[in-house]
């Protein structure tokens, strides 16, 4: 009986050892599995993080090229006008000088006085555009709204002001179309 129980406990001695080198073996392939898992999610939460980055990137350029388009839109209704006015400001030279050369108003009043109408209608439609001309004469010098041509000495305006107005500028609302010719005091 002794032999017995030894023979038992040597079986399950075995047995034991046969149960620990396969949860043995589990547990490394359950490792080399878990690894293998969390390389795999680590990588898909990479691919998942590149997306969402992309996704808001794409956000961000849609909603600048829809403020940008919306820019466009605004500014090309407020200077519609434009292209109109810049054909149309020779027509109001002519008219001007027109009105300046008129030497007997008496012999010619019809005609004189239809120029007039027709310079002031236009001059109002430019003003219901936005379109107004610069105002130049006694005003300081702005490159911006005005082109030298001439430099003079005048003791009546101060240095760097306008003293003579050569070609009228205009203005759409806050856009220069043609800046103003002047005479510039030195």
């Not at 990588?43 to 600048?64: H, M, P, S, T």
């Not at 555009?129 to 702005?142: K, R």
């Amino acid at each position: 009986m002794a032999n017995e129980e030894k023979e038992n406990l040597n079986q399950s001695e075995e047995q034991d050892a046969v149960e620990a080198e396969v949860i043995d073996a589990a547990s490394a392939e359950e490792s080399e599995t878990n690894a293998e898992s969390s390389e795999a999610l680590t990588q898909i939460e990479q691919e998942r993080n590149d997306l969402q980055k992309r996704l808001l990137r794409v956000q961000a350029e849609y909603d600048n090229f829809r403020k940008r388009t919306q820019k466009e839109k605004e500014a090309a209704s407020k200077y519609k006008s434009q292209d109109l006015a810049e054909a149309l400001l020779p027509v109001v030279d002519n008219l001007d000088r027109a009105l300046q050369t008129v030497q007997d108003e008496e012999a010619n009043k019809g005609f004189v006085d239809g120029i007039r109408m027709v310079h002031r209608q236009l001059l109002e439609a430019f003003d219901k555009q936005g379109i107004e001309a610069i105002e130049t004469v006694g005003q300081p010098f702005d490159p911006h709204e005005h082109q030298a041509v001439m430099q003079v000495e005048n003791a009546d305006y101060e240095p760097n002001t306008v003293v003579q107005e050569l070609q009228k500028g205009y203005k759409l609302k806050d856009r220069v179309i043609r800046p103003a010719m002047v005479q510039v005091n030195s």
